[in-house]
Every structure is written in C-alpha cells, then in structure tokens.
C-alpha cells in the first residue's frame, strides 16, 4: 500500500488561494472549525492558530442563525441562481477579513462561498459548517449526501455526519449499517487483542482479518496475536447505537472467552470499548486511533491497564462530531494514558499501516 503524502496545515487567506490537497484539507478545518463556534462549540477546535482562525473563536459564533439573505448580501452574488459563480478571490478576501475583524456574519459568508467550491471535500465541511451558521436547508443536504455518497472516506465520513445530524435515518446513512458480531460459544484458545471499526465503518476491509491494517497489527514483533474475527457493530451514529454495541461488546468478549484482551478501536469504535468497561469488561491495553473525547463517554479506568491515543491534529471528523481532540484523564489515573499526536486533518490516518510506521507507533504499544 503506497504511504500517503505527508499533510501541512496552509494557513489563512494562503489556504484559499491554492489549488492543492493539503489547501483544500486546511479550507475543510477552516469551515468546519466555524460550525464549532457557530453551534456555540469553539473549544472543540484544537488548534485554529495553525489554519489561521483567531484563537478565540467565539467571535465567529452568534446564538441565532443567519438570514441567507444577509450572507447573500456579503458575497453580491444571487444565490438564487441554480449555480451561482462565487470566485475563488471572494473566499481569500474573506478570510483576510476574519483575520482582521473576526465577525459572524464573515464566517457564515466564508462557508456559503464554499459551497460552491471545486474541491467535493471542501463543499462538503461547508455544509456541515452551514446547518449551525445558516441553518439546514434543502441544497445544503443535497451537498451533504453527495459528499457521503461520491466522495473519498473522509468526504464521505464527513457527509454522513451532517446527513446524519439531518436526517438520521436517510438512505445514505443506512446503506452502511452492519449487523453485530454473532455469538459463537467459541471454544478455541483465546488470542490476546481485538480490532473493531468506528462509525459507518461495518461494511469496510482494514479491521476485518485480512484487511491491511488487520495484517500489519498481527505482523508487528512481537506480534499483538489478533483475535479472528474482529468485533463488528452497527456503526450507526448515535448514543443509543454505542450504547447497544457496548452490551454486545461485552457479551461477544464473554463468548469468545477472551481474557482482559487488548483492544483496538477507531473513532467511536473507541466509544462502545469504553463503554463496555462500564459493563464489566476488563481490559490490557486499550489503543484508541482518533477517538473523539467526550467526557460522558469515558471509560472505567479501574477496568484499564493502560491507554494508548492515537489521534491526529485538527482531525476534521472528530470537529464535525463536536468531539474534543485532548484526552484528559482524571488526575488520579492520568498515568495510564499516553498520547501521540502527529499529522494532520485526516480521521482515517491512524488506521493506515504507513502513519505507524512513519510516528514509529509500533513502540507505543
């Protein structure tokens, strides 16, 4: 598998000027971190200096929506219009604008303009930056869905987010449900680690044995000794999904007769593994790869030997969740948690073999 070319964050009116992966990575954390402020979150973003946001966001945020009458006014252009042309130039003089005078109104220009991006990834995060500066309406959906449905995996993660904030139960959403991991009554000698999935990540290959990064965790010396299968979960996003899949985590492990097993999750595959500590299920070593932090859902500490986070900055899924991007422990069992923290932007770098062995990782473990 080739490695993927390193990311660097291209800051302000910069950012908007360029044409480039690494440009459109850092417009996405740009208009996805003024949703943050928008919806009355900025303390979710963890590093808006690096992209060029000032670093108070609240300053971009306001408690009512915005008329799209108001933005219209900001960019002169009919957004009426089936495609209005918004140049690239409007969205630079914007963002100079808010580096300057960091004002509502600005930010909610900034994104409206970019919904009409050329980047399918940039137009994405500017919709779900518009369901909390404009509000939802029915062409910001109808970017939302493309985005989950045509785009690359981060796209698509990013879309099914908003979708899913819109619309839980949309066809786009449900298409990549999973069916839980069934019980087996497995008498075979247990192995030592578990992989599972995050959210709209059933249906996938990299966790499932065979999958990439399935192989590479089970190659590494000494080897984690994978479990076969994997746990997989619905995948949906919600509470009560996590919740359910917890119950189900915790009654798989009893099955598989796994004893205290490492776990290795990705994103809110983390949340249900921290639930099920809550469920009595002892854990070695729990590696979380881009969890987002939310303090309702930490996990029993007196049930973990150790954790192991994993998490890239400013990951942009993690700040379309509203999740935070710091595990902080309570004092008390702050030992137990180590974190790494290298690259950028990208939800789906710490399940790629390439990142771990680029960070070294694998002495992490």
């Known amino acids: 598998m080739a490695a993927r070319p390193i990311v660097s964050p291209i800051p302000g009116p910069d950012a908007f000027a360029a044409r480039s992966r690494d440009a459109w990575l850092s417009q996405a954390a740009i208009l996805l971190s003024i949703g943050a402020a928008a919806a009355g979150e900025p303390h979710r973003v963890d590093d808006p200096e690096a992209v060029g946001l000032p670093p108070d966001l609240a300053a971009l945020g306001r408690r009512e929506l915005i008329p799209i009458e108001e933005v219209a006014e900001q960019l002169d252009v009919d957004l009426t219009d089936r495609d209005p042309r918004v140049p690239p130039s409007t969205s630079v003089e914007l963002m100079a604008r808010i580096m300057d005078q960091p004002e509502p109104i600005t930010a909610a220009a900034l994104v409206e303009a970019n919904l009409h991006s050329e980047s399918r990834l940039v137009r994405t995060a500017a919709a779900v930056a518009a369901l909390d500066t404009t509000g939802p309406r029915d062409d910001v959906l109808a970017q939302l869905v493309e985005g989950a449905s045509l785009g690359d995996p981060l796209t698509k993660d990013i879309g099914r987010i908003g979708v899913a904030r819109v619309d839980p ?103 249900v593994a921290n639930l099920a500590t809550r469920r009595g299920v002892h854990i070695d070593r729990l590696v979380l790869l881009s969890w987002p932090v939310h303090g309702e859902w930490f996990p029993d500490f007196t049930k973990v030997a150790r954790i192991i986070d994993v998490r890239v900055r400013m990951d942009l899924v993690i700040i379309a969740d509203r999740g935070g991007q710091t595990f902080t422990p309570p004092p008390e069992h702050a030992g137990k948690v180590t974190s790494h923290v290298n690259g950028w932007f990208d939800h789906g770098d710490t399940h790629d073999p390439a990142y771990w062995e680029r960070y070294g990782l694998p002495a992490a473990l």
Not at 228 to 256: C, E, H, N, T
């Open 169 to 271: 139960q949309h066809p786009v959403v449900r298409a990549v449900v999973g069916r839980p991991s069934r019980l087996t009554g497995t008498d075979r000698p247990s192995h030592t680690a578990v992989l599972t999935h995050g959210t709209f990540a059933a249906l996938t290959r990299w966790w499932q044995p065979g999958g990439d990064f399935y192989l590479y965790l089970d190659s590494l010396v000494p080897p984690l000794k994978l479990h076969d299968p994997s746990f997989k979960w619905s995948g949906l996003y919600s509470d009560g999904a996590r919740q359910l899949a917890a119950r189900q985590m915790a009654d798989w492990i009893v099955d598989q007769n796994l004893q205290s097993p490492d776990i290795c999750a990705h994103s809110h595959g983390g949340t």
